[in-house]
């Protein structure tokens, strides 16, 4: 009598910003439930998370990042207004002297990360070199990061165009993908409420980071009137989003079309969408609430992963 096999496990890393450390409690429930996947691909911060976990190294990445706070995050930026606010050499030359830099072609776990050509629109899928550089140019959010010359091209953030790689997945051999979206429930964010006035440690993280950017950054617009001036106080619509906020908030809305889009075409088997639509841009100091966001909501989709043959251990083992 011939055992079934189990079948090739693929995750898909979402892009999301500070909110992608759900990724991270994703895999720690995957993993205690007896889930290892074969197959990671990632988008932007995806990228990161998923990378850790290819080379081995996910143990020592959680432990930076859940030791994160503001000032250790502004430590990160090396701010410039050339290509983008952010160059993130910082950032990258942490990673390589304190974390393996590998190729991803000598990985243990099939890994790739997606980038957007810039020039030509088209997507873009790493699947060899550096894994530092493949995930330096998936990360490459337009407007914050600078731009990667890489091979030719000009690589911007793979989340333009594939904010939920499952297709880059199943290409890699995954035959049950599970997605973790991380955009769905940023549409509208800020329209929800006051997060200025209902939030006073987010004031102080503007102001911290309006410190390093000087006076481009971008202030919240008061309301006018038809004649141009301001609204008396007492009648007064609510403040425009910010520069930063219209932008980032553009392109969120534009990847929930496009992850659903996809989607919609190449059904995952699993979806996993942790609610963090409060958690803003820079927020990586909010590492444990992510994670704890990422770990409780993997637990729905684990009966629908023994229904497609995976073996599951219990909690007592």
Known sequence: MT????????LA???GS?????HIGVLRALLEAGVQPQVVCGASVGAIVGAAYATGQLDRFEDWVRGLDRRAVMSYMDFRLSGGMLKGERLVHFFRTHFDDQPIEALPIRFAAVATDLRSGDEVWLRSGAVTAAVRASFAMPGLFTPVWQDGRVLVDGGLVNPVP???ARALGAELVI?????????????RGAPDEAEPPRRAWKQSLQQ???TWWPRTERAEGADGAPEAATNRAPPLPSLLDVVTTSIHVMQVRITRSRMAGDPPEAVIVPRLGHMGLLDFHRAAE???AGRALTAAVLPRLRQRGLHLSTPDG
């Not at 055992?3 to 693929?10: F, L, M, N, Q, S």
């Not at 991380?182 to 549409?187: I, K, P, R």
């Open 13 to 15: 890393l979402g892009s």
């Open 179 to 191: 997605a973790v979206d991380l955009n769905n429930d940023m549409l509208g964010r800020y329209f």
């Open 212 to 214: 390093g950017l000087g």
């Open 18 to 22: 500070a909110r992608g450390w759900a």
């Open 290 to 292: 992510a994670i704890d």
């Open 166 to 168: 499952v297709s880059l």
């Open 3 to 10: 055992t079934r096999r189990p079948p090739v496990v693929g």
